[in-house]
């Protein structure tokens, strides 16, 4: 586990709970944005997954408030919602869903799944941490399953990294490490990891290409 993610999940445990406050706040200031932006994420995880059958093992991680992983629920999956903030476990409690404490870089995982899912989780990543997470969900998941994932994409970036609080995002007063990845980087560490790439886009900001969408295979 890489100092910045250390210190990330540090600011996680210590203020989730404002996470959670000025999430909502953000998303009641444009509701018809966040209304579509969350039906697009919906249509997205429904299209990708729907290939497993009815009852497959689905695991979240990094699951903030739970409402993926609730979704995924509500598809018909069994569906187990993780993340490493106690505040955001609760929320994820309080939704009546499965729920572990589980650290990616730190926690061994016994279960296996039939997809995994972690949703701007990245961002807080270095790229020795990518290439952990990537061996990781590996060893975690079933032949054949499915990982899908996003990161910021370092084209529309100035700078590969910073500490940053972003004012007009889900801001909770201090600063979390982001890191920016280039495709062909990421590519780079998906091939040595043996993961078949299934599907891949780019979406959001003002190009449609802030983030890199990652579907991967087994
Ligand atoms: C920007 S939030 C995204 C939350 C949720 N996935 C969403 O899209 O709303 C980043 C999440 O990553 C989690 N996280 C950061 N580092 C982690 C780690 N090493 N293992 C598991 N979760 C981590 C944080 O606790 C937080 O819930």
């Given amino acids: 586990m890489s100092k910045e993610n250390e210190k990330t999940v540090q600011v996680y445990e210590k203020n989730a709970g404002k996470y959670l406050k000025t999430s909502i ?6 509701p018809d944005k966040a209304k579509r932006k969350r039906e697009k994420l919906e249509k997205f995880i429904k299209d990708n ?6 009852g497959a093992k689905i695991l979240e991680i990094g699951s903030g408030d739970g409402s993926n992983a609730k979704y995924i629920e509500s598809l018909g999956y069994d569906v187990t919602a993780s993340d490493v903030a106690e505040d955001f476990l609760n929320a994820i409690k309080s939704k009546g869903l499965k729920t572990i404490k589980f650290n ?10 039939s997809a995994v899912l972690c949703w701007r989780v990245f961002v807080h ?3 020795e941490d990518v290439y952990k997470v990537l061996q990781k969900v590996h060893d975690i998941l079933e032949d054949g399953g499915i990982f899908i994932f996003n990161c910021i994409n370092r084209e529309t970036r100035d700078v590969d990294e910073e500490w940053v609080d972003f004012s007009n995002e889900y801001h909770m007063g201090v600063e979390r490490y982001y890191k920016y990845f280039r495709e062909e980087e990421l590519n780079e560490l998906i091939e040595k990891t043996g993961y078949k790439i299934c599907n891949f886009h780019k979406e959001g900001g003002d190009n449609s290409n802030k983030w890199l969408v990652y579907v991967l295979k087994k």
């Fill in 49 to 54: 997954i729907e290939v497993l059958p009815k």
């Fill in 125 to 127: 990543f270095t790229k």
């Fill in 104 to 113: 990616v870089l730190e926690d061994e995982c016994e279960e296996r799944y």
């Fill in 25 to 30: 706040e953000h998303d009641n200031l444009d």
